[in-house]
């Protein structure tokens, strides 16, 4: 009796052990070697990037990955919602931000001054200084054009790459329009075309320009109120939009040899080739000559001129295995290039009953 009690015990005892083990293997206070592993947790994916305007080469704007999305936010800092930094830019931003490597790049101007070698000393309209009441001459910012970078996480910013206006003034470089291309980010590099229609490479590190094509003085081209393409990069090739437009009576452009549609090497800067479609039927035409307006207002009506500026993007489609770098032209037509510089298509967007009036 006493043996049989004894076993009873102990059997007792090793399920009450096997129960607690159990419990607290259950509660996780306890690893069981033997036990079978959980699977591991997946890694959250790496954030996405948006490297350029439209994020894709084919800058299609709709949204197909992306889920649970904010639909509303409140901006205000006292009840700020579905906000997750803040940072301050000019007072006008009409190019929106890329990301890329943690970094965000964003166009602006220069009112809202981050550095203060831009600012310089205000003067009346009889220029004359301005004096504060501590008895120095108020300081208010230098008009520029303004590529800034925040990093993504924080908003923390980086560094900022400054461009002075054009001397022209309004007729090229609108004045307080800021920086108005949106780069497009590739590996360590990122290239933009600033407000003084350059084509500009730079280091996503600081900002410093490795190369830059100067439009204006290379090109003979003639941006009308601002410059404003973001460009698109194709194999070894940053594709243009120049900006080229009409001169201060707004009817004609003052160089029809200039380009509208551009190719340059992405290491060198240097143009590999270049088109003039919107222009090309003024080329070579005296205009001096007798009813060289007149001229000029028909092919408007035609849709066979440049009608006032060129401020849009190229994109990219690979059309049954055909790559073809599509340009939409400032004389109402898109074109489409081979990225080698062959014509392959364009088709005609003018309303036919549309005519040309100034």
């Known amino acids: 009796m006493k043996m049989q009690r004894s076993r009873l015990i102990r059997s007792f005892a090793a399920l009450l052990t096997a129960t607690l083990l159990a419990a607290a293997v ?15 947790e997946k890694a959250p994916p790496p954030p996405r990037e948006w490297p350029m305007f439209g994020g894709s080469p084919q800058r299609n704007q709709v949204n197909l990955v992306e889920k649970n999305l904010p639909i509303s936010w409140e901006v205000d800092a006292n009840k700020r919602k579905n906000i997750k930094w803040v940072a301050d830019l000019g007072s006008k931003t009409h ?11 964003v166009g602006t101007n220069n009112q809202r001054p981050r550095d203060p070698i831009w600012l310089k000393p205000r003067v009346d309209r009889l220029d004359r200084l301005v004096i504060g009441k501590d008895g120095k001459p108020v300081l208010e910012p230098i008009d520029l054009g303004v590529l800034m970078c925040f990093r993504e996480s924080d908003g923390k910013f980086l560094w900022q790459a400054v461009h002075e206006k054009l001397p022209t003034g309004t007729v090229n470089d609108w004045p307080y329009q800021g920086l108005c291309s949106m780069p497009v980010v590739e590996e360590n590099r990122l290239y933009y ?18 190369w830059t094509l100067d439009m204006i003085k290379e090109l003979g081209v003639f941006p009308h109120a601002i410059s404003a393409c973001s460009p698109l990069i194709v194999d070894d090739l940053v594709m243009i939009v120049t900006s080229n437009g009409v001169n201060e009576d707004h009817i004609v452009p003052p160089d029809p040899k200039a380009p509208s549609f551009l190719a340059v090497h992405k290491k060198t800067g240097k143009p590999v080739w270049q088109d003039n479609s ?3 039927k003024l080329v070579g035409v005296d205009h001096n000559k007798p009813g060289y307006l007149d001229l000029v207002k028909k092919l408007k009506n035609r849709g066979e001129l440049l009608l006032h500026a060129q401020w849009s993007n190229p994109a990219f489609a690979d059309v049954k295995g055909k790559p073809q770098v599509i340009f939409p032209g400032g004389d ?3 074109y489409a290039f081979t990225p080698q510089g062959s014509l392959i298509w364009k088709f005609d967007c003018n309303p036919k009953d549309a005519r040309f009036e100034h």
Request: charged fraction near 15%; aromatic fraction near 8%.
């Open 278 to 280: 919107p222009t090309a």
């Open 26 to 40: 259950g509660f996780g206070a306890f690893a069981i070697p033997s036990a079978p592993e959980r699977p591991a």
């Open 95 to 105: 190019g929106g931000p890329v990301i890329a490597g943690g970094r965000i790049f």
């Open 193 to 210: 075309v600033s407000n003084r229609c350059e084509v500009v490479c730079a280091n996503v590190e600081d900002g410093k320009a490795i």
């Open 332 to 334: 109402g037509w898109l």
